[in-house]
């Protein structure tokens, strides 16, 4: 701070401190997720979505057409959005969970990929993990984003293919 500067010129700067550090953490929050009720002063940052291959004993994947969302008549895996604060490895579990009624155990992680979708007005960074069911019974507990899970040979998958799903197939990880 410069101390010969008139008052006024002193304060304007610290104004502009003050208002220069709030930007920076509102901006942040935006970017790392934000509590009720934040402004959001920029909002465009890639959401991180997971992705979940399980195979069957003939090495053959879940999938499901998806219903009413981006990539919606897309063939997807389980999956979804990670939560604020939660494990990578938890949201692997809960997506799988939710959404087919299977308890997954055995989760590794398998690769990453970067999605964006100017389409849609969306950016994903998907992080792919594999996983071995240990309980439940298949069934589709979200039949208004999905329709009814089968297993795909990745060797002649159901097209289309949403997000990543094509490049696992083609790196040889499904």
Request: charged residues 20%; negative net charge; aromatic residues 10%.
């Amino acid at each position: 701070m410069h101390t010969n500067l008139p008052t006024w010129a002193l304060v304007f700067e610290w104004v502009a401190i003050v208002f220069g550090a709030i930007v920076a953490v509102l901006a942040i929050r935006a970017c790392s997720g934000k509590p009720k009720g934040a402004v959001v002063i920029y909002d465009r940052c890639p959401k991180v979505g997971v992705g979940v291959v399980i195979l069957n004993e003939r090495g053959w994947f879940l999938a499901s057409k998806r219903l009413g969302s981006h990539g919606a008549g897309e063939w997807s895996m389980p999956g979804g959005h990670l939560e604020w604060m939660e494990s990578d490895i938890d949201c692997a579990a809960r997506e799988v969970l939710e959404e087919t009624g299977l308890r997954i155990g055995d989760i590794q992680k398998l690769d990453f990929t970067n999605n964006p979708w100017p389409q849609w007005d969306k950016h994903y960074i998907t992080l792919f993990y594999s996983a071995k069911v240990i309980g439940g019974t298949l069934q589709n507990m979200e039949p208004d984003r999905h329709e009814e899970w089968v297993w795909c040979d990745p060797k002649s998958p159901p097209q289309p293919l949403f997000g990543g799903i094509q490049y696992l197939i083609d790196t040889g990880k499904i």
